[in-house]
């Protein structure tokens, strides 16, 4: 899993600050999914163009001295429990990340 790049698989929007991942493609969709924090920091981080091992290298760089132990099978769970929901994808090599993944989605009332 460590090799493998990741990236957002679905559209998504803040309200009231808080995340919300708009699900149209899993068994349980339609739905709207809120996030908890280290799920919402694996979202974010999820573009396509770094590997997991990067991801859980630069998570443990932000602890002062050794990272605590257990914190790459954390970030594993979490990224399972992501991709168990195909909120974001695994791919073999860097992939861009489409546009309507990449930022928030607004909807065209909204626009003016």
């Not at 739905?31 to 799920?39: A, G, I, S």
Request: charged share 20%; hydrophobic share 40%; aromatic share 8%.
């Amino acid at each position: 899993m460590d090799g493998q790049y990741f990236s957002r698989n679905l559209t998504w929007s803040m309200l009231d600050g808080q995340l919300v991942v708009h699900d149209n493609i899993s068994p349980m969709a339609p739905r709207m999914v809120t996030m908890e924090e280290w799920h919402e920091l694996v979202f974010f981080s999820a573009d396509g163009q770094h590997t997991i091992g990067e991801f859980v290298n630069a998570v443990g760089s932000k602890y002062e001295g050794t990272p605590p132990n257990g914190l790459r099978d954390q970030i594993h769970n979490v990224i399972g429990e992501l991709l168990d929901q195909q909120i974001i994808i695994l791919h073999d090599e860097a992939v861009p990340l489409p546009m309507e993944y990449a930022n928030e989605f607004v909807p065209k009332e909204s626009i003016k």
